[in-house]
C-alpha cells in the first residue's frame, strides 16, 4: 500500500512538471521597470524622439500615432534563420512632463525544407515513386519572447534624450 501511494505521488509530479511552469507566475509587476522612462517633454515630442531613435537604427515604422509607435526591424543572424525585433513605443504625459514605455517582442524562424516526390499508381502493379519532385522551403517560427534586457532599453532611452535635447552645434 505505502509503496503504490509513494508511486503514485512520483508519477503525479511527473506528469505535472511536463507541461512546464506557467510563466506568468515570474511576473513581479515591480514599481521599477527597464521598460519606461521618465522624459521632461510632452509625450507627443518624446515619441517624436522615438520614431527619430528607430529611423537612426534602421527600423521601419510600421504603425504612427501621436502618442505610440511600432517600428520592425529584420535580422539575418544564420543563413537558415531569421529574426524580427517588434519595437513598441507608448507617450503619455505625466506629472512634469512625460512618461514612455517601450517594450520589443524578438521571433526568430528557421528555414525548413521538405520534398516532395511525385508518384503514380496502377490497381494491378502497386505504386512507384518517380524522382521528379519539387522542394519547398518555407520559415518556421521557433521562438518569440519580449526582450528583458535592462541595457537593450537604456542605449534606446539613451539615444532617444539625444533627440529630446539635441545639443546645439
Request: neutral net charge; charged residues 20%.
Amino acid at each position: 500500500m505505502k509503496n503504490s501511494f509513494l508511486l503514485t505521488l512520483v508519477l503525479a509530479t511527473l506528469i505535472g512538471g511536463c507541461g512546464g511552469r506557467d510563466v506568468y507566475r515570474d511576473e513581479t509587476f515591480a514599481t521599477e521597470s527597464p521598460y519606461r522612462k521618465h522624459m521632461d517633454v510632452p509625450a507627443q515630442r518624446a515619441c517624436e524622439s522615438a520614431q527619430l531613435a528607430l529611423l537612426s537604427q534602421g527600423y521601419r515604422l510600421e504603425t504612427i500615432e501621436p502618442n505610440s509607435i511600432k517600428g520592425v526591424k529584420d535580422f539575418q543572424p544564420s543563413e537558415d534563420i531569421h529574426a524580427i525585433v517588434e519595437f513598441n513605443v507608448v507617450c503619455r504625459d505625466y506629472r512634469s512632463g512625460s512618461i514612455m514605455f517601450a517594450n520589443a517582442v524578438q521571433t526568430k524562424y528557421e528555414l525548413k525544407k521538405s520534398s516532395k516526390t511525385l508518384n503514380l499508381g496502377v490497381s494491378s502493379a502497386g505504386s512507384v515513386s518517380l524522382p521528379w519532385g519539387k522542394t519547398t522551403e518555407a520559415l518556421v517560427k521557433i521562438a518569440g519572447e519580449t526582450i528583458s534586457d535592462q541595457e537593450f532599453y537604456s542605449r534606446f532611452f539613451a539615444l532617444v534624450q539625444t533627440y529630446v535635447t539635441p545639443s546645439v552645434k
